[in-house]
């Protein structure tokens, strides 16, 4: 047996509170282990105090229901009576036998169970407190992200500045086109026919740049998209047609021209906002458009973007006090971190304690873009950007050699590095702002609409780019921030796209299975094959996805088809896809 493959921790995604009754305890192994069984009871049911202590506990098999590359993913959930738990494992293979604590492994012969009480692993308490809560209503949600600038255009009195005529050609980031917030809310309705059920805005106050994420002013809307009114208009008309709104908060770093980092640049040390920013040097050269010389951080190496100091009392009130101010006034559902792996965890610790007193509801989304267990205890954000799976999906589709046990090991990880509550509510996406379209990303039609039957078929909250309902195309960042082809769109120049997306929006919200937290691959797979088939299964109901990216036929599974493209007497063609429960 492997043992360098094992590995356990009593806590975060390894050992957890569900909820206030049920434990979930998982551990990795080495595929050469067979049958893992967690030997569990009660640290004070046994003599602790004075005496011999002797274990009275029993064994339960684990469900070893996610295989990785490398290794194999068991899980099992136990429901302690008095709310703690002791526990150990024992790990079969085909001939040997091991018994893993917390200060090593044991054979039978070694294992000496009386007096071994400290060796256990242990859950000391599941309070209610710091059980990992997440809204429910973000596991039914499809989101739609809008770049407003870029989105739609319907207020010409607002000041704007300098305007190109509205059209799909490639763009950069120093073209304004003036969308606005106006020309959101005149789409509402075409989103809920859509299926849309959450917006997802990126930054929406003042600022010098079409991405707004150089921000002057936290709590004044950008003049270009309009006015205090209109944002609440739109919020209004979205709740009236059973869409949220999520805003992007840019705490990480601020404008250029954000008032007290004018004043930091004038008075130097003197100000009494030196501190709300990470200056190292001074005086500067204030020309120098980057800042690789560690003159003040910012963000990336822009000096247009200094660096706020959240670690900063003052600068961490303000923002929450801005924060607080949005939900108040305008009655928003959810809050974007941009950068949110370089903002202190004391600020976000704070921002969500405050926040979850306004609304314990309230949704609070973190751009991290590798693993984030750190801030996903409960005591922070309720979930993350989950670019690992954007990487899964994209790897797969992109590379004609990756073949569905590949494609299994991945998206595996992917459900094995959180708790079950965060993968809920995870926010999956295959394209943003910050990324080429999914049209241009993947080679063909066919991989584009099998990319998006996998994203309304997997556990998390769904979000697509604007446009993506289309298949609009787009390079990386700024090429993929093109205006919406209204126009085109009316003429129903692509209707049978956007049909196909609106059949996988429907099927995420009218079958529940999509949502369950479960997720099954067939054993024995051969290997080399780019038939990828999982089920979905919860409650003694199964629905089954197969994805045909293939070069022959397969047979459509069992059962009676719900959503499916390119399938033919009773077979997926090459390209194709279908959905049956």
Known sequence: MDLGCIYHRSQDNMCYAKNEAELVIQIQTGKDVERVFLHYEDPMESEEFGGPWRWKGHPEEMSGGKELENHKWWTLSVFPPYKRCAYFFELRSADETYFYLEDGFYTKDTLVLENK??????????????????????????????????????????????????????????????????????????????????????????????????????????????TEEDFRTLVDTAHQAGIRIMLDGVFNHCGYHFPYWQDVLEKGPASPYWNWFMVNKWPFDKADPWTYDKKYYSFHFTAFMPKLNTNNDEVAEYLTETCEYWVREFGIDGLRLDVAHEISHKFCRSLRARLKALRPDFYILGEIWQDSMRWLRGDEFDSVMNYPFHNAVMDFFRNKEADSLSFRYRINKCYSMYMEQTNRVLFNLLDSHDTARLRSKLPDADSFFQALAVLYTMPGSPCIFYGTEIAMEGGPDPDCRRCMPWDDIDRGTFRETTAMVKALIALRKQEPLCRCPEIIFPTGEAAGSRIVTYRRQADGRSLTVCINAGDTGTGVPDGSILVSRKTENGRILPGGFAVVK
């Open 117 to 226: 009480r400290l060796s256990y692993f242990s859950f000391p308490w599941m309070n209610p407190a710091d059980i990992n809560v997440t809204p429910d209503w973000v596991a039914d949600t499809v989101w739609y992200q809008i770049f407003p600038e870029r989105f739609c255009r319907k207020d010409d009195s607002l000041p704007k500045k300098k305007l190109l005529p509205w059209g799909r050609c490639h763009v950069t980031n120093d073209e304004f086109y003036g969308g606005d917030l106006a020309g959101i809310t005149s789409k509402i309705g075409y989103l809920a026919d859509l299926g849309i059920t959450g917006i997802y805005l990126t930054p929406i106050f003042e600022a010098s740049t079409t991405h707004k994420y150089d921000t002057t002013d936290y709590r004044r809307l950008d003049p270009a998209f309009g």
